[in-house]
Each structure stands twice: as structure tokens, then as C-alpha cells.
């Protein structure tokens, strides 16, 4: 019989892996439909791609610390980079979000400008998300690398 722990772990991979189908149902019309290829649904692509990579890889976590401890537990790659990776991942949901708002702002605010319309703006602001959230992420990444040798 399997306690609540266990109950939870699976009810929580269940919806995590259901949230990266949805996203991936959502994505395919924008990547095999030539029309839809505007800079709106560009950064909507997007942000549906950080939120499969987030839940892929808080499953991929749920998975490892709850059935298999041993693997997470020797493997200082995956103790490093998964909590770096949730960290870069939950920021990239979120400054997806600001550069679709940032985004929409300019179109409206700047209705004549063609510029911000473009496919070009949309990967120009793409290319700036990516990069803060990378950087931004670099602080935990360190902390975990610090944590584990200081535990060894």
C-alpha cells in the first residue's frame, strides 16, 4: 500500500507531465502554420516553451528524488544543475511574461513604428530574456556548487 508521500509525488508528475502536453498541443499550430508566424505569436511560443522545459524539469526532479534517491543523491551533476535549472526555468516563465507585456507596450504605445511588428524585435527581445535569466540564474548555481563541496 503506498503512503500519502507517494500518492503525492505521482499526482504531482501526472499533472506536470499533462501541463507538457497541453503546452505542446498549444505549440504545434504556431510552429506548422506559416501564417501564424507574427511576432505576437512568436513570444507566445515561447512562453509555452518555458513552461514545458519548467514542468520537464520539476518531473524530471519529482522523478529522481522519489523513486530513484540513490542516483540524486551520487551524482553531484544532478545536484548541482537541476536546482540551477528550476531556478533558470521559473525565471524564464516569468521574464517571458514581462517581454509579451514589453512587447505589447511598444506596439501600442508605437503604432506607426513597423520595427516592433517585426520578427526581428520579437528574437531581439527573445535573445535579452534568455540572457537575463541566464545570468540571473548564475548565483544559484554557484550556491549549489558551494553547498556541495562544503557537504562533502
Same mark, same amino acid.
Given at each position: 500500500m503506498a503512503n500519502i508521500n507517494e500518492i503525492m509525488l505521482i499526482i504531482? *508528475? *501526472?499533472i506536470l507531465l499533462s501541463i507538457n502536453l497541453l503546452t505542446l498541443i498549444q505549440t504545434l499550430p504556431i510552429i506548422l502554420i506559416r501564417r501564424f508566424y507574427t511576432a505576437p505569436n512568436i513570444l507566445i511560443c515561447n512562453f509555452y516553451l518555458c513552461i514545458?522545459?519548467?514542468a520537464s524539469i520539476w518531473a524530471l526532479y519529482y522523478i529522481l528524488s522519489g523513486f530513484y534517491p540513490t542516483v540524486f543523491i551520487? $551524482? $553531484?551533476f544532478l545536484r548541482n544543475m537541476i536546482p540551477y535549472f528550476q531556478v533558470s526555468f521559473n525565471y524564464l516563465i516569468v521574464h517571458s511574461?514581462?517581454?509579451i507585456t514589453i512587447n505589447r507596450y511598444f506596439i501600442v504605445m508605437y503604432p506607426?513604428?513597423?520595427f516592433f511588428k517585426t520578427l526581428t524585435w520579437s528574437f531581439i527581445s527573445l535573445a535579452a530574456q534568455w540572457m537575463v535569466t541566464i545570468i540571473l540564474s548564475i548565483p544559484r548555481l554557484f550556491y549549489s556548487i558551494q553547498?556541495? *563541496?562544503?557537504?562533502r
Open positions: 504531482n *508528475i *501526472i514545458f522545459l519548467s551520487k $551524482s $553531484s511574461l514581462v517581454m506607426n513604428k513597423r553547498v556541495d *563541496i562544503y557537504c
